[in-house]
């Protein structure tokens, strides 16, 4: 029986109870097709939202548990074709230096689309148990209700 079923499989016929069934080849194929653009479709949502909560997760953590402070910019680590691109819609990754509670300084690279200010400082939130997690402040997916 098993034989008679993997043969059938590789004809493309069904094994019904009285034995083998041919099936409709000619809505076989776009009915597959469907099913894997329905199915590719389906896991690149899921991909993008569950990298999108994450995203959102990391900010709310910063900001229940984050310290602010001011940092000051060293440099602009974007890549050099990344910098090609509309420089307004695209985010610019700045590596910057902070002073900790202790004295100690800590360099960090955050993500921003917002202008930088000439005197080369802007707020940022670190995690306090691994200040290299760091935020530019306000955050882009998290939004602070003041009522």
């Known amino acids: 029986m098993a034989l008679i079923v993997a043969l059938c499989a590789w004809s493309g016929t069904q094994v ?3 034995g083998p069934v041919a ?3 000619a809505a076989t194929p776009t009915q597959q097709f469907e099913s894997a653009w329905e199915w590719q ?6 991909v993008a939202a ?12 910063l900001l229940m548990y984050g310290r602010a402070t001011v940092a000051t910019v060293i ?3 974007t890549p050099r074709w990344y910098r090609l691109r509309s ?16 004295r100690t300084t800590c360099t960090a690279t955050v993500e921003t ?11 940022v939130v670190y995690d306090p148990d691994e200040p290299a997690k760091a935020a530019f402040y306000p955050l882009r997916s998290l939004k602070i209700n003041v009522d």
């Open 16 to 18: 019904g109870r009285n």
């Open 23 to 25: 099936r409709d080849r």
């Open 41 to 46: 479709a389906g896991g690149g949502l899921l």
């Open 50 to 61: 569950a990298v999108g909560l994450a995203r959102m997760r990391r900010q709310s953590r």
């Open 75 to 77: 440099r602009d680590v």
């Open 87 to 102: 420089a307004r819609t695209w985010p610019r990754r700045l590596e910057c230096e902070f002073r900790l509670p202790n």
């Open 113 to 123: 689309r917002d202008r930088i200010p000439s005197t080369n400082e802007i707020v």
